[in-house]
């Protein structure tokens, strides 16, 4: 019979790493599609980013209630971790409770304390589930925000209930676990009365200890299978920001947020148009795209932050574009970012590898020109992101071929164009009147 | 200080034929040198340095755009064309340190320009307001026309979040022992007055509402009647603003250093 159990275990442990991996490999190859650009320097810089961000989640701490909220998760899904280690050992060994016998009463208190997280994750979860769905908090709405609209609130949900639920399996598996080893059945080893599961324990008390063990059994199942789905399920899901965030926050933009990347292939045409290089005889090498207009012409920086992208909205509640109206939603920028690079790895995944266009890209079919013209490049969004995401630098890119490849601007952006190029300031005066402000001081 | 002071403005050119080295370039940027109501701005900066003993000069007619809103809109090739030739010119004269009254210009000479090869020392003025006033060199009058004066500042974007000069002009304003009130959305939470990235050349997109009458109304509900602000674009959009709301005879919008020049 155990021996049974063990090789149902390996068997469902061995499926759920094989098909994280695959998913994994897919992610990895799609992120890969992007431009390089280099983000290794100061790394001791980048580590201590990664431990005040993404570790100690100190932007979450601007709004201090929800911050403790988020925490409160967060500890118990690190936490908790230890003890989905024991139930993974026993699961393997055909053990129970590996860890008991060598800790004493120093067992006892861990589970304790596991039990308070869990209770905090059970409780947390639910008040979000109240914001989300009861409290309707506006940014979560997707009457409100069109990108929430079908799977994005689903998947929310989805994740919020399976949460409770885990948290329920575990808490009433201990509480029958405890009943168990008190009426001396000799495979639950005496451990005690655990602080929270302690108050479930009059449900069952009633039960034989047959059903006892039945139940007991199903919810060790449960939890532990219903945590490996949950783990597979995650990497399809927004909530990929729990692995991402940790990465993404290393891998932060460093310079001052008002910089704008330059574009060397443009930086050499200036220069010789200037005269100020010869131009080398050489036929040039594979001319690359001015700006992008599809995945893979943006940084594989912008393509990991779209993965790690939670839609928390954070950006969006202070966008001045989207608080007045205007189409533009800097979470939609990096939703539809991710959508399309789904689509591009699906196409790989169809075609050996390969990506076969489809005649689709992110501007355009994703992402509207009214949207783009919408950014007044505030930064508020970049300021705003709890783990240092920049839909900032996938809109400013997507403006870049716009301008650059299509020619496509408001006719009054052309004017202030036409006026640089023959006045040298962008209102139409004349370069010798510049300095006429002064006259009004040396008279 | 008298009121016949003889005011200098010296052009880089002037300079340079006097052999002389300025230890400033102020930068006057686009608005500065066309807008009519920066132009006041300009002139009021321009006097600070006279009646503070500071040697600087100007471009005049040699400067041209930064090319900010150029590379904001996403024309790079624009852009890199004037920031390459305002690095010869400034190349050209030597120019080590420069000031500027406008995020727009300081953020793209001080952050951009070093990688196109252009490398100073980039200076926003209310923080070489600040630098005059903790050195001493500026002398308030009794205290100055605005002291005890409810006054609210409006974080710049490009000041701001871009390049996390917040603290700057509000020492300048508490220098000027005003009752700085702080509106709702200020520092890192401050509501974009809607210009940059190149909206100030162009119509705002369908919406329900113009950003600047959402940033006004913070602005008029912290009671002051002086908005302080530290760029041309926001000088424009909270003026504008404040004509939204009908409001232009109570309430007024000044650069930072309007209000210190005054109270000299």
Redesign the interface.
């Known amino acids: 019979m155990h021996i049974l159990q063990q090789i149902l275990f390996l068997v469902i442990l061995t499926a759920a790493g094989y098909l994280i991996s695959r998913r994994v490999r897919t992610i990895k190859r799609t992120i890969e599609l992007g431009r390089p650009e280099d983000r290794s320097d100061n790394p001791s810089l980048r580590m201590a980013t990664m431990l005040r961000i993404a570790f100690g989640q100190k932007k979450m701490f601007d709004r201090p209630i929800i911050g403790l909220m988020h925490f409160i998760v967060y500890a118990g899904f690190l936490l908790i971790n230890i003890e989905v280690l024991e139930i993974v050992l026993d699961g393997i060994l055909g053990t129970h409770r590996l860890f008991a016998p060598f800790l004493g009463n120093t067992y006892l208190y861990l589970i304790d304390f596991f039990e308070f997280l869990a209770v905090g994750v059970l409780l947390v979860c639910a008040i979000f589930l109240i914001r989300r769905n009861i409290t309707k908090v506006e940014r979560l709405q997707p009457t409100r925000h069109r990108e929430l609209n079908g799977f994005p609130v689903i998947d929310a949900n989805i994740i919020l209930t399976s949460e409770i639920v885990l948290m329920i399996a575990l808490l009433s598996m201990n509480a029958v676990d405890s009943i168990l080893q008190q009426r001396g059945n000799e495979h639950y080893h005496l451990i005690g009365t655990f602080a929270f599961s302690g108050f479930l324990k009059p449900i069952f008390s009633g039960w034989t200890d047959s059903a006892l063990v039945i139940y007991e059994r199903i919810a060790w199942w449960f939890h532990i299978a219903g945590i490996l789905a949950f783990a597979v399920y995650v990497t399809y899901s927004k909530h990929l920001h729990i692995f991402l965030a940790f990465p993404n926050t290393y891998f932060s933009n460093l310079?001052?947020?008002?910089?704008?990347s330059?574009?060397p292939s443009?930086?050499k045409?200036?220069?010789i148009?200037?005269g100020?290089v010869q131009p080398d005889n050489e036929a040039p090498a594979e001319i690359a795209r001015?700006?992008a207009k599809d995945v893979k012409d943006l940084s594989w920086k912008n393509l990991m932050d779209a993965y790690s992208c939670t839609e928390c909205g954070r950006c969006t509640s202070?966008c001045?574009?989207n608080?007045?109206?205007?189409?533009?939603s800097p979470r939609k920028i990096m939703m539809d970012t991710r959508d399309r690079l789904e689509i591009v790895g699906k196409n790989m995944e169809a075609n050996g590898g390969n990506f076969v266009d489809d005649g689709k890209s992110l501007l355009g079919d994703h992402i509207s020109a009214?949207e783009l013209?919408?950014?007044?490049?505030?930064?508020?969004c970049?300021?705003e992101c709890p783990i240092n995401i920049s839909p900032l630098d996938i809109i400013?890119q997507l403006?870049?071929?716009?301008?650059?490849e299509e020619s496509d601007?408001?006719a009054?952006?052309n004017?202030?164009?036409s006026n640089?190029?023959n006045n040298?300031?962008?209102?139409k005066?004349s370069?010798?009147?510049?300095?006429n402000?002064?006259d009004?001081?040396?008279s | 200080m008298s009121q016949e002071m003889e005011y200098k403005v010296p052009t880089m050119a002037e300079m340079l034929a006097a052999n002389e080295s300025p230890e400033i370039l102020f930068w006057v940027g686009c608005a500065g040198s066309f807008d009519d109501r920066y132009k006041k701005v300009t002139i009021a900066f321009c006097k600070i340095l006279n009646k503070t003993g500071i040697k600087f000069a100007v471009l005049g007619t040699e400067e041209s755009c930064t090319g900010d809103p150029a590379r904001r809109a996403g024309n790079e090739f624009l852009f890199q064309m004037q920031a390459t030739m305002n690095i010869q010119v400034l190349d050209g004269y030597g120019v080590k340190k420069i000031v500027t009254a406008c995020p727009h210009c300081f953020n793209t000479l001080k952050n951009e320009y070093p990688e196109l090869g252009g490398n100073y020392e980039v200076i926003h003025h209310s923080e070489f307001l600040q630098q005059l006033i903790n050195a001493g060199k500026i002398k308030m009058e009794g205290g100055g026309e605005f002291k005890g004066k409810k006054i609210t500042y409006h974080d710049s974007c490009y000041l701001g979040r871009a390049n996390d000069v917040y603290e700057a002009p509000r020492a300048v304003l508490e220098a000027l022992d005003t009752d700085l009130v702080e509106m709702k959305r200020c520092r890192t939470k401050g509501l974009c007055c809607g210009a940059g990235g190149a909206q100030m050349f162009k119509e705002p997109e369908k919406g329900k509402k113009d950003i600047n009458v959402e940033r006004i109304e913070d602005a008029l509900a912290t009671g002051a009647n002086t908005i302080a602000v530290a760029c041309p674009f926001c000088m424009v959009m909270m003026s504008d603003g404040v004509k939204n709301k009908e409001k232009e005879d109570s309430v007024k919008v000044y650069d930072l250093a309007e209000l210190i020049e005054a109270s000299m």
Not at chain 1, 255 to 260: D, Q, T, V
Not at chain 1, 373 to 380: G, H, I, M, P, Q
Not at chain 1, 424 to 427: I, L, T
């Open positions: 310079n001052p947020k008002g910089e704008m330059n574009m443009v930086t045409e200036v220069q148009m200037l100020l001015f700006g202070q001045p574009a608080l007045t109206g205007k189409q533009l009214e013209r919408a950014c007044t490049t505030c930064n508020a970049v300021q400013l403006r870049r071929f716009q301008i650059m601007a408001p009054s952006w004017a202030m164009f640089l190029e040298q300031a962008p209102w005066f370069t010798n009147d510049r300095f402000w002064a009004s001081l040396k």
